[in-house]
Every structure is written in structure tokens, then in C-alpha cells.
């Protein structure tokens, strides 16, 4: 439901410019030249509503998942490429040059007007770089807060180029309502951009976090605990996530997303289970505690409270544990009545974390490179382990929540639709959007 609400409401988004143009009408064309310019106007409006899928809004995030939304922002921002890219092609043929005493206002010819055009072509040369840039980000060899900043200024840059071409040198963009709408739609685009890099480090620094302890779980894992420090905290469900920002100012741009592994039944102090990867999650061992950290969230629709299922199943690949040990711990704290098991997947017996806290009963460890001595099960969680787990009435009424390694999510949620699980019960959560 909440999908279909969200995919209406983009629709409406993107679409309502080019509703308005059509209404506001002029001299009927040619079909090559509406045609060019309904994808130009489609294309500005789809750059400008992708401010909002990135803007890290919870009603759209909470609603579907960040990993989703982030995916839709990625495809449609290369469809609003291929539009923009086509759009003055099309025009071919059509006349072009200053005023006509036959078309004083310009309706039937385009404009070779130069400031009018020369946004449109920065703009047209800046959006390929800015969607190739982060296609490639991976492969270039710059920190992802440098990428960050380059793909936010990048896109601001290009929305208010597109702005000024649209409304002088588009024909429908040039009438004083059109120019209006996407006036608006422009501030509503830059507005969500500066709510997220101006408005929430601002209300950060006033609800500061400080380091309670740092430990090692594993030679490559960490938990983090951070308490509220002259705040009640936060108001999250079990298996939520949170942007981290350890030891730098909130406007600073260093934060990291890290699913909460700490239940809200435990109190205001937040854990996180932080695998080492890159600068920041390589640095955590010298966090000193005491150190002041800023939290930005709750995000995320890895929930099953309030759900009716009457089992829960788990499962989890690495770090992966992390949201899923939040809602185990919750389930133990409120006296859950559910039941639940988990498996959780690692490579070696040494990847294994929190192996002291964990029910046996609850738990199925799975190790892809056992020691000899292993007992538990081998290999990867695949098809076979899934149905060696759980029996035809969990798939059935049981919710599936995930969270692991990209290809163990495919292959498990493949075989879970495979054995009847409905989609609305399969949850998962991606920690990587590439
Ligand atoms: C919703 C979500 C929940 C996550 N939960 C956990 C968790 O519980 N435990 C855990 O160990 N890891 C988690 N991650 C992954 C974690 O965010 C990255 O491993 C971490 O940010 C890497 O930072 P770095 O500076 O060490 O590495 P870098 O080398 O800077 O980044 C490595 C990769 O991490 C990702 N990344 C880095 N910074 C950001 C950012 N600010 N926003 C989004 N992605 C970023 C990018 O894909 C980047 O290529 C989660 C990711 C997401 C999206």
C-alpha cells in the first residue's frame, strides 16, 4: 500500500510539469518538436525529484528501504540522462534564430539565443559526468566523502542550470506559470539538499551522543556504544539504522550508516556491530571513549514489530548480524512470545561475533571454510540449508528478515518466493547500493 502511495506520488511529481505545459498549450507543432520538448521538461522534473529519493526523507526510506530507494534514484537518474540527451536532437528541422514577425513570441522556432542555450549545454555536458561519476565511483580512486561532496554540489549546480534554460529558452518553460512551477519545484529540489547538510547538523549539535565503550568482537569486527549525552536518545525500532558520525563536527560530512544492534527495550545507549572496510570502520580501535558522536535516524523498514507472523526467521552473512541481533535481543527482552531462529553465516570459526550471547537453541551457524573440528554446518547459506532450517507451514506463515552479502540475499529470497513465502513477508536490508 505504502508502495503503491509512494510510486503514485512519483508519478504525479514527474509528470505534473509536463500536465501543466500541455494545459498551458501554444500553436500546435510538429510531433518531433513536442516530442523534444516533453522529454526535456520530463527530464528536468525526474533530476529535480531525484533531490527528494536522496534527500533521506523517512516517509519515503522507512516506507520501502533505503537499499530501494537508493536503487529507484540510480535508474532513474540514468532514464532523465537518456531523455536529456535526446531532447535536442530532436528538435532537427525545426527553424531556429531570433524573432519572426510570424511567431512574435517564439513558439514555433528555437531560440540560438546564447545565454539561453549555454546553461542548457553546460547542464547537458554535466549530467553524463555526474551519472558516469558515481557508475564508476568505486574504480576511481577517491574517498566516498569527496565523491559525496562532488555528486551534491554537482547536482546543484545542474538543477539551477537547468532552471534558466528552461524558463528562457523553453517555450513552455518561458510562460509565467511554468516558470513558476519549476521555480518551486527547484527550491522544494535544493531545500531537501540543504535539509540534509545544513538543517540536520544543526539540530545534531544540539542532541550531542558520547563513546561509552569500543570493543573488539572479532580481529576484524567492533561494537560501538554510544549513550545521549544531555538528551532522552533516540526512538528507534529493533533493527533500524543510523548515520554515525564519531569525533567530527555534525556539518562535517563524515558519517557512516550502521544498523543499530542494541535493542530499544535496553535503554537510551545505542550499539552498533562495525565491520573494518575503509578509512573510518579501519579507525575504529582507536576511538577513544568519551569521544562526542552525532547520530543522524531512525531509518529503515527492518521491522517486525507489530507484525501478526507467528514465527520469525533470521538470517544473517557477516556483519549482516548486526540489525538482526537488535531484533533478536528485543524478542528477548519484551518476552516476545514469537518464535524465531537464526542462521548466521561466516567464512571462518573466528568471524563468528556475540557466539557467547547467543541462544544455541535459536541459532544455526553456518561456516563456509570450517576447521576440522567444526560440527555445525558448511558451505554458503544456500537453497539446501534454507530448507534443512525450516519447514514448509514457516515458509508459509513465518516473516523472513535478511541481511548479508548481496548474492546470499538473491539466492535466499529466490528460493524463499520459490517455496511460497509471500513478498510482503521477506524483509532484507542491503548494506551496499552499488
Ligand atoms: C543501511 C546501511 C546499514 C549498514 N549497517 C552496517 C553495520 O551495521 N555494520 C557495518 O559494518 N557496516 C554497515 N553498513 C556499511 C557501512 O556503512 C560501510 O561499511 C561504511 O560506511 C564504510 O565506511 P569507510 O569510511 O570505512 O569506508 P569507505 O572506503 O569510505 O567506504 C566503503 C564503501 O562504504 C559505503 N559508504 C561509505 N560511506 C558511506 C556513507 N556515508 N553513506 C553510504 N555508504 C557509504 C560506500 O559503498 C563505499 O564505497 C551499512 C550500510 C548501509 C547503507
Request: proline letters at 6%; aromatic letters at 10%.
Amino acid at each position: 500500500m505504502k508502495l503503491l502511495f509512494l510510486i503514485v506520488a512519483y508519478l504525479v511529481a514527474i509528470t505534473l510539469p509536463l500536465i501543466l505545459s500541455a494545459w498551458v498549450g501554444g500553436p500546435p507543432r510538429q510531433f518531433h518538436q513536442e516530442l523534444a520538448s516533453g522529454l526535456g521538461i520530463l527530464a528536468f522534473s525526474m533530476v529535480l525529484v531525484e533531490f527528494i529519493l536522496s534527500g533521506r526523507f523517512k516517509a519515503i526510506s522507512n516506507g520501502v528501504g533505503l537499499d530501494v530507494t537508493m536503487r529507484f534514484h540510480q535508474i532513474m537518474a540514468r532514464t532523465a540522462l537518456v531523455f536529456a540527451l535526446l531532447h535536442p536532437f530532436l528538435y532537427q528541422g525545426t527553424p531556429s534564430g531570433g524573432q519572426r514577425p510570424w511567431d512574435p513570441t517564439r513558439e514555433l522556432t528555437i531560440t540560438t539565443d546564447f545565454s539561453a542555450l549555454s546553461t542548457g549545454i553546460a547542464a547537458y555536458l554535466l549530467l553524463p559526468s555526474l551519472v558516469l561519476l558515481a557508475i564508476g565511483r568505486t574504480q576511481l580512486d577517491f574517498k566516498y566523502e569527496t565523491w559525496r561532496l562532488l555528486h551534491g554540489v554537482g547536482a546543484l549546480l545542474i538543477a539551477v542550470l537547468l532552471l534558466h534554460h528552461t524558463v528562457y529558452a523553453g517555450r513552455y518553460g518561458s510562460q509565467p506559470v511554468m516558470s513558476w512551477v519549476w521555480l518551486a519545484m527547484t527550491g522544494v529540489a535544493v531545500g531537501s539538499l540543504l535539509t540534509v547538510y545544513l538543517l540536520v547538523p544543526l539540530l545534531q549539535k544540539a542532541r550531542p551522543w558520547r563513546v561509552t565503550s569500543v570493543v573488539r568482537l572479532t580481529p576484524k569486527q567492533w561494537e560501538v556504544t554510544v549513550e545521549p549525552d544531555g538528551h532522552r536518545g533516540l526512538d528507534y525500532k529493533a533493527g533500524q539504522f543510523a548515520w554515525l558520525n564519531v569525533g567530527h563536527p555534525p556539518f562535517s560530512m563524515k558519517e557512516n550508516p550502521f544498523s543499530i544492534s542494541s535493542a530499544p527495550a535496553a535503554g537510551p545507549e545505542i550499539s552498533f556491530m562495525i565491520k573494518e572496510l575503509g578509512d573510518f570502520t579501519r579507525t575504529i580501535g582507536q576511538i577513544k571513549t568519551g569521544t562526542v558522536a552525532y547520530l543522524d535516524g531512525p531509518y529503515g523498514n527492518l521491522s517486525v514489530d507489530g507484525r501478526a507472523e507467528p514465527g520469525v526467521a533470521l538470517i544473517a552473512g557477516g556483519v549482516g548480524l548486526a540489525p538482526l541481533l537488535g531484533i533478536l535481543r528485543q524478542m528477548r527482552l519484551t518476552d516476545d512470545s514469537r518464535k524465531v531462529k537464526l542462521i548466521y553465516g561466516n567464512r571462518v570459526i573466528d568471524q563468528i561475533a556475540y557466539r557467547e550471547e547467543l541462544d544455541p537453541e535459536d541459532v544455526v551457524y553456518v561456516l563456509s571454510e570450517p576447521p576440522e573440528t567444526w560440527h555445525g554446518e558448511t558451505g554458503f547459506i544456500d537453497a539446501a540449508l534454507i530448507d534443512r532450517v525450516f519447514s514448509e507451514q514457516e515458509f508459509s506463515e513465518w516473516v523472513f528478515v535478511m541481511c548479508g552479502p548481496a548474492i546470499m540475499m538473491d539466492v535466499v529470497e529466490d528460493h524463499l518466493i520459490k517455496r511460497g513465502t509471500p513478498s510482503h513477508r521477506i524483509l532484507s536490508e542491503r548494506f551496499n547500493y552499488d
